[in-house]
């Protein structure tokens, strides 16, 4: 198989195992409910990936990556101490719900936008009441602590609670520094790929000189070569797969041995990456 069959083998594993969950598990407890959205976001762009590789879109598959670069750090750090997962994810969904106020907030002061405001008034008592849960209080509280602390009055990270990381960065060296051997050199991979700027500037990249010495701009859709990892189909298989084995050994076992099979059949292809 070549890298783009791996990957969309791993899609199509990952899709039907979501499937399932979803189909067994009580989407209202908030582990699972964060920790599913993170993986379904992880799938969806590893997706993402996939289909603009396979159109030679090079900028959308960057931004795809990223995108799931973010999601997976998020899904680990969540994950990564059974016995505070649960408040990890109370504290990303009270960020959440937090966020979305902020945003409703600024909507209500722009005067370019005709918004109903039944609307903006019925979304912003949704999030209210949902910060209101009394499981969420004891987070909800070190998070407020953390607010008031920052004098621009910004949102804290919601990894940043209880002496987390600060920044994303931050982030990413405490999984490299607690990853198991195995995952330390993914973690070192996802590292140089947030360490690179993936902005407009990267635009340049677009420009290049023929042989004749003419300075050319690429094509908007780019030659493919599904044997090629020019647009990241190792790093991208391999972050869904470890998605994939933890989900199913801290969330979904019934699915182990379904897994065990799924990675033997792509066990030669995964030698690199």
Request: glycine content about 6%; charged content about 25%.
């Amino acid at each position: 198989m070549n890298y783009h069959e791996v990957l969309k083998r791993s899609v199509e594993f990952a899709s039907t195992e979501l499937d399932e969950f979803k189909k067994t598990k009580d989407l209202s407890d908030t582990t699972n409910m964060v920790v599913s959205s993170l993986f379904r976001k992880i799938i969806e762009l590893s997706t993402g990936v996939m289909i603009s590789a396979s159109n030679g879109l090079a900028g959308p598959a960057q931004l795809n990556y990223r995108g799931l670069i973010e999601a997976y750090l998020a899904f680990k750090y969540i994950i990564q101490v059974p016995e505070e997962t649960n408040s990890r994810a109370i504290a990303y969904k009270i960020s959440y719900h937090k966020e979305q106020i902020k945003s409703l907030e600024d909507l209500k002061k722009n005067e370019l936008l005709d918004i109903n405001p039944t609307y903006i008034e019925g979304a912003g008592k949704y999030h209210q009441d949902e910060l209101q849960r009394p499981d969420f209080q004891e987070v909800l509280t070190e998070h407020d602590k953390l607010h008031r602390q920052d004098n621009r009055g910004h949102i804290p990270k919601w990894y940043s609670l209880y002496g987390g990381p600060k920044t994303i960065n931050q982030l990413v060296k405490k999984l490299e520094n607690d990853a198991s051997d195995q995952e330390k050199g993914l973690i070192s991979t996802i590292y140089g790929a947030l360490s690179a700027d993936a902005h407009s500037l990267l635009t340049l990249r677009d420009i290049y000189m023929n042989s004749n010495g003419v300075i050319c701009l690429k094509s908007v859709h780019q030659n493919f070569d599904p044997n090629s990892d020019r647009y990241n189909l190792l790093p991208v298989r391999a972050t869904l797969t470890s998605s994939i084995k933890s989900f199913t050994t801290q969330f979904f076992p019934e699915f182990e041995e379904e897994f065990i099979e799924f990675v033997s059949k792509i066990r030669g292809n995964l030698i690199k990456g």
